[in-house]
């Protein structure tokens, strides 16, 4: 990192800020659909992933908590090929839309998300379950009302932890990716590096992630030492 840094201040020997006026420039555009993609992304995760973990704290059904976990053992490559084949039949360029990229992302990171948010909702003691199941609360407002509050720390850092990950996402974006108008920051820094022998700019690109993570790490720390 520290590497990369510096590399992103220099240029043929001599420290300029060319790099980030470069990156200013191409890539400006990039820099929000990289973010919009991630939110996108984290948001689909989480609504789905809510409300099935709350359905499966009352009701523990192996099978499907099995296949809810699947997409973690599943390559990031063949994620993105395997959607992409099976969308384009049946919704044509859906595939290449940054909703399809932000809902390829979300059924990759749904396995992590049950993996956390389960085990934070079976640690919420069921006597306060049972003393709302008691006043007539079903499956949705028993997590609405108790698992979810409950839950808050862990479903933030879950949340930090997942944003982070789509913000570096790589393979899904280029399996899915049209190869023309907006791109996922992490195919910028890695054309900008391979086709351009351009290992400054690409750092630059590089810092600018690592600043975008930035915000949700601290807040992941702050979760850890609080």
């Known amino acids: 990192m520290g590497v990369s840094l510096v590399a992103s201040f220099s240029r043929e020997g001599q420290w300029t800020l060319a790099n980030y006026e470069t990156v200013w420039r191409l890539y400006a555009r990039d820099v929000l659909y990289t973010v919009g993609v991630a939110a996108a992304g984290s948001i689909l995760t989480f609504a789905a992933a809510i409300p099935l973990c709350g359905w499966l704290r009352a ?8 296949l809810l976990k699947v997409p973690l053992f599943v390559p990031f490559v063949v994620v993105g090929h ?3 084949v099976f969308w384009s039949p049946y919704l044509p360029g859906f595939a290449t ?3 399809g990229i932000a809902a390829a992302l979300a059924w990759k990171h749904l396995g992590l998300a049950v993996l956390l948010l389960l085990g934070a909702f079976r640690g919420v003691d069921e006597s306060f ?21 409950m839950a808050a720390p862990a479903l933030a850092v879950s949340a930090v932890l997942i944003f982070s990950s789509m913000l570096a996402s790589f393979s899904i974006p280029l399996m899915l990716g049209r ?4 791109q996922m920051l992490m195919i910028d820094v890695y054309y900008r590096f391979g086709q351009h022998g351009d290992f400054e700019t690409a750092s630059a690109l590089g810092v600018v992630s690592y600043l975008l993570a930035i915000g949700a790490a ?3 720390v702050r979760r850890l030492t609080h």
């Open 59 to 66: 009701r523990a059904f192996g099978p499907v908590e099995f």
């Open 97 to 99: 839309s940054w909703l």
């Open 179 to 182: 190869g023309s108008g907006a």
């Open 218 to 220: 601290l807040v992941y």
């Open 82 to 84: 395997a959607l992409r």
């Open 129 to 149: 379950l049972e003393a709302a199941r008691q006043l007539g609360s079903g499956t949705t407002r028993v997590t609405r009302d108790i698992l979810v509050p």
